[in-house]
């Protein structure tokens, strides 16, 4: 439009409809809110050994690892967080001996990982969560038709290994990245444990 033609256009259309410019603003915005509204979460503690920060949509469960202390799904957004914890002393009575390092490699070459279908794992990142050291990775593959992502981490305390496995559909990440993020930064040992 030249400049003579897009002034004409704003003093025919736009001036005469500031009302109805005004009204679908104001929806847009109320869009907006509405969709961005934060997630609550929940502590959820288990046995007085740990606890962790849950989304409030998720639900417990028990079908989703025989050896978790904690199972927690949601179906409908198909998104699932185990934990698996696995005392130091008793490993060593099974002369099993690992430090973080070791320990991860061997959660991350577990048979699970192998089933995923083009599976790859990224380069764990080393971090502090609440005080305990932890290895952190992205896992990404397929099952069967769908693409799906997990997030692993594995965390040492001075008693326990702690892993922490929380998983959905790849084309859901945008949407609980931040969720699963939370979730895993959340955790911490209780002095009891």
Known sequence: MTGLRYTAFIHTFIVPNTTLVKYISFLFVVTLLACAHPVKFNNVNINN?????????MQPATELHSDASLQYKNEEKDIYTIVINENKTEMKHSHLKFNLDTYFKAVASQPFIESIQHGKISEPVKKQINGSTA???????DIGPNPVYYKLAVIETDSNFYQILTWTKADNLQNYSHDIDQTIDSFKELQNS
């Open 135 to 141: 290895m952190v990775a992205e896992i990404t593959g």
């Open 49 to 57: 050994k740990f606890v962790l920060q849950l989304p409030e949509y």
